[in-house]
């Protein structure tokens, strides 16, 4: 066969795999498709399929099969953290500073303590974890930043199943995700800096805020149409100059986004393209994912790093939760319901750590670790918040009659 026809077969097997797991195994709940598309990846990746029939892996995923793969996964990562970029609205989280400010500051600072913690622990046992290119003040921040991550997009497709996205409570968790996202690709581009380039870094940095001015003065003039496409445009500029300059394209393409304003664009359009990039290319994206993990080190050290990396990443969020609730006056339960919630760690997480694996900052088993670390607290989310969820909306519910019950017949 020749290269189109094998790409082709490998395209059938992406998105037909974790399509019938997902709907003969009825896993919506505790995952959903996103979470099998990631585990499928895994499945296919050379420590699953690769290690089991190998021939069948080569024969699948050729050379010049992955490095097509690898093309369509770059443009749809990049797509998709664009978008992340425009969904935040800082407007509104600057409105509600003081609660927003000290929730994602603990809700992020927690898990970060205990992420670095575990990464020191990890480096403990040996210096399998870490990359080549690596110091090990940016092994620990990445890792505990990896610990630290919410997924703003998962995040919003999970409360949309849980129905509650566009309720109070929804609005408040989408503030504090976003200044977490904020926070993450800034500890990203530190993470980068590199003192041989810091020059070009830093000229990207000065030279990026007048482009942005000037284009968001011929984004007011435009119409709605010609704004997606300049869109676009503004995208794959800035993704390169990023890249160029050593600050990796995902920096560039999360700064693409956080520069336009979302009331530029439908609500609905808006909302229409991140879930047709996530059906039609982020497949692709988890593929290719899945064929960077590893198990050098050995299945059982992988999966004890995975545990460790969970344990931290869980149990600091809560905790960090907990703090805020206790500080601002949250009405009881909330603290968990929202410290779960903040628990999507899929796809951004994931983006994060191709990065630091890409720039060798990770072993091939650490980016294991993370990446099953990734998807275990991806789905706890739902199962661990719907019950609790449904019993604080039951107690809203009854405490609305009783003060409708409590009230004189003429006010009633």
């Known amino acids: 066969m020749n290269t189109t026809e094998v790409f082709l077969i490998a395209m059938t ?55 097509a793969l690898n093309g369509l996964a770059w443009w749809a990562v990049m797509v998709f953290v664009w978008t992340a970029g425009i969904e935040l609205d800082l407007g509104q989280v600057w409105r509600q500073r003081r609660e927003c400010g000290t929730t994602a500051a603990l809700a992020l600072g927690a898990p970060l303590l205990a992420g670095s913690g ?24 990445g890792v505990g930043m990896a610990c630290a991550v919410t997924a703003l997009p998962i995040l919003i497709l999970l409360m949309e199943k849980l129905a509650i996205l566009r309720t109070p409570l929804g609005e408040r968790v989408l503030r504090y995700a976003s200044l977490d996202d904020v926070a993450i690709w800034g500890v990203l581009a530190l993470i ?21 001015g000037l284009f968001r003065a011929l984004m007011r003039r435009l119409a709605e149409a010609d704004r997606w496409y ?58 290719s994912t899945g064929l960077r993990t590893q ?3 050995g299945g059982a050290a992988v999966l ?24 601002l006056g949250w009405r009881r339960g909330e603290a968990w319901i929202i410290g779960w919630l903040l628990q999507t760690k899929a796809l951004i997480m994931i983006i994060f750590v191709d990065v630091l694996f890409d720039r060798q900052l990770i072993s091939g088993a650490c980016f294991t670790a993370l990446l099953l670390m990734a998807v275990a607290s991806t789905m706890l989310s739902v199962p661990m918040t719907a019950p609790r969820l449904r019993r604080a909306l039951r107690g809203d519910a009854d405490a609305q009659r009783t003060d409708v019950a409590a009230l004189p017949a003429r006010a009633r």
Do not use: N
């Open 230 to 287: 300049v869109g676009l445009i503004w995208l794959a500029a800035c993704s390169y100059a990023a890249d160029r300059a050593g600050l990796h394209f995902m920096v560039g393409a999360f700064l693409a986004g956080a520069v336009i304003e979302r009331r530029w664009f439908a609500q609905q359009r808006l909302d229409l393209l991140r879930e047709h990039v996530l059906l039609v290319l982020m497949p692709v994206f988890f593929l």
């Open 13 to 67: 097997v992406i998105f037909a795999l974790p399509y019938l797991l997902w709907r003969l195994a009825r896993t919506d709940y505790v995952a959903p498709l996103v979470v099998v598309q990631i585990l499928a990846g895994i499945l296919l990746g050379p420590g699953v399929l690769g290690a089991a029939w190998p021939q069948v892996y080569a024969a699948l995923f050729p050379p010049p099969v992955i490095q």
């Open 295 to 297: 198990w050098s080190m």
């Open 118 to 141: 575990a990464a020191l622990a990890l480096l403990a046992t040996g210096g399998g974890w870490i990359g080549p290119a690596a110091m090990r003040w940016q092994f620990v921040l």
């Open 304 to 327: 004890a790093a995975a545990a460790l990396l969970l344990l931290a990443a869980v149990g600091g969020k809560l905790a960090g939760a907990y703090l805020a609730g206790r500080l």
């Open 192 to 212: 980068l800096v590199d003192w041989e380039r810091v020059g070009r870094q830093a000229a990207f940095l000065l030279l990026f805020a007048p482009a942005a």
